[in-house]
């Protein structure tokens, strides 16, 4: 008996090619689906989402780091409004453990403003993933501006008399005690007096820095838009590079051939110099006579332009070319 022969698969070109597009196009958008929603897939994504309650936003924004201890640990994902304060959901990746009592808070990550979501970890346990940070383990991002002005209304409030007046209270104290210390009480003293005797001038000093704090914050959007447009210049810099690259490089291969051809015609090109110099010198020599046959072919010029205005032709007359009869007089004698 003859073995079995197994069921051969049948190729792709026997197969109907509509659903071979089907299948394929389906497989296709899925795989495109996958790509752009990887973050939120169970497998390859990974992470947990939190959210914490701050009383304002400081410039936090979507996309921007979380971070424990300074180490990336996630992203923030959305920044809404709820109610009277605002909630910040974030998506921490891995198991960086935290416990219940963990608190949050918005931290300056560049000199341009640029902000991070610091996690404080705090408490037993682990805090379950869904949970809201409360408003009360919360610190929002402290605003440079109020920073100045709190420091102007806080120095204001010194009273520098009293402060010097203390300061010495202390020097005299004691002045029983070891030179070392003598020497830092008498230090402190000083500096104590210079800061009363210079009281208005730093008033003055903090009133200019309360100013200048005032108008930052007046092109606050002017500054924003620099940095933007900014960051656009660089973008276009950056995607017509190759563009860029193309258009130096072919100038330098035409450096590279214009230097070549003058190399390869140096012999013919300097007797055409020498012929082209010496024909300007002779025509500069005669300049004189060729501003004078400028000059006197003007008239011809005038004249012969004058002969062929009236059309196609030569319009002029030549005077007595033939003697007219002369009929006599006729009339009585004297």
Same mark, same amino acid.
């Given at each position: 008996?003859?073995?079995?022969?197994?069921?051969?698969?049948?190729?792709?070109?026997?197969?109907?090619?509509?659903?071979?597009? !089907?299948?394929?196009?389906?497989?296709?958008?899925?795989?495109?689906?996958?790509?752009?929603?990887?973050?939120?897939?169970?497998?390859?994504?990974?992470?947990? =989402? *939190?959210?914490?309650?701050?009383?304002?936003?400081?410039?936090?924004?979507?996309?921007? &780091?979380?971070?424990?201890?300074?180490?990336?640990?996630? %992203?923030?994902?959305?920044?809404?409004?709820?109610?009277?304060?605002?909630?910040?959901?974030? %998506?921490?990746?891995?198991?960086?453990?935290?416990?219940? /009592?963990?608190?949050?808070?918005?931290?300056?990550?560049?000199?341009?403003?640029?902000? *991070? $979501?610091?996690?404080?970890?705090? /408490?037993?346990?682990?805090?379950?993933?869904?949970?809201?940070?409360?408003?009360?383990?919360?610190?929002?991002?402290?605003?440079?501006?109020?920073?100045?002005?709190?420091? =102007?209304?806080? =120095?204001?409030?010194?009273?520098?008399?009293?402060?010097?007046?203390?300061?010495?209270?202390?020097?005299?104290?004691?002045?029983?005690?070891?030179?070392?210390?003598?020497?830092?009480?008498?230090?402190?003293?000083?500096?104590?007096?210079?800061?009363?005797?210079?009281?208005?001038?730093?008033?003055?000093?903090?009133?200019?820095?309360?100013?200048?704090? @005032?108008? $930052?914050? &007046?092109? +606050?959007?002017?500054?924003? !838009?620099?940095? %933007?447009?900014?960051?656009? $210049?660089?973008?276009?810099?950056?995607?017509?590079?190759?563009?860029?690259?193309?258009?130096?490089?072919? +100038?330098?291969?035409?450096?590279?051939?214009?230097?070549?051809?003058?190399?390869?015609?140096? &012999? @013919?090109?300097?007797?055409?110099?020498?012929?082209?110099? =010496?024909?300007?010198?002779?025509?500069?020599?005669?300049?004189? +006579?060729?501003?004078?046959?400028?000059?006197?072919?003007?008239? *011809?010029?005038?004249?012969?332009?004058?002969?062929?205005?009236?059309?196609?032709?030569?319009? +002029? *007359?030549?005077?007595?070319?033939?003697? !007219?009869?002369?009929?006599?007089?006729?009339?009585?004698?004297?």
């Amino acid at each position: 008996m003859l073995p079995r022969r197994g069921h051969r698969p049948k190729p792709f070109r026997e197969r109907n090619p509509v659903v071979v597009g !089907a299948v394929g196009l389906t497989t296709l958008t899925l795989l495109t689906v996958a790509a752009f929603n990887a973050d939120s897939l169970p497998l390859i994504g990974g992470g947990e =989402t *939190y959210s914490a309650a701050f009383s304002e936003a400081g410039g936090l924004k979507p996309g921007d &780091e979380v971070r424990i201890a300074g180490v990336k640990v996630g %992203k923030v994902e959305d920044v809404d409004l709820d109610g009277d304060h605002v909630k910040v959901t974030f %998506k921490v990746k891995g198991d960086p453990g935290f416990g219940t /009592g963990t608190g949050a808070s918005i931290r300056v990550r560049t000199i341009l403003g640029a902000k *991070y $979501l610091a996690l404080h970890p705090e /408490g037993p346990g682990q805090l379950e993933p869904g949970s809201e940070i409360p408003l009360r383990r919360t610190v929002s991002a402290y605003d440079v501006v109020q920073a100045f002005s709190d420091l =102007t209304t806080t =120095t204001e409030e010194v009273d520098t008399d009293r402060l010097a007046k203390a300061l010495d209270t202390i020097s005299t104290t004691f002045q029983d005690s070891p030179a070392e210390v003598r020497a830092s009480i008498k230090g402190l003293s000083r500096i104590s007096r210079t800061v009363a005797t210079r009281d208005k001038a730093l008033r003055g000093l903090l009133d200019h820095a309360n100013g200048v704090t @005032e108008v $930052l914050a &007046e092109r +606050s959007e002017d500054f924003s !838009a620099l940095v %933007k447009d900014g960051d656009k $210049l660089f973008r276009e810099i950056s995607r017509r590079r190759e563009a860029i690259h193309k258009l130096l490089r072919s +100038s330098a291969l035409l450096g590279v051939e214009l230097s070549g051809l003058v190399e390869d015609n140096r &012999e @013919e090109i300097g007797p055409a110099l020498k012929n082209l110099n =010496t024909f300007v010198r002779m025509l500069e020599r005669n300049q004189a +006579s060729l501003d004078r046959s400028v000059r006197l072919l003007a008239p *011809y010029v005038r004249v012969f332009t004058n002969t062929l205005g009236n059309g196609r032709w030569f319009d +002029s *007359y030549v005077q007595n070319l033939v003697a !007219a009869p002369v009929v006599p007089r006729t009339g009585g004698s004297r």
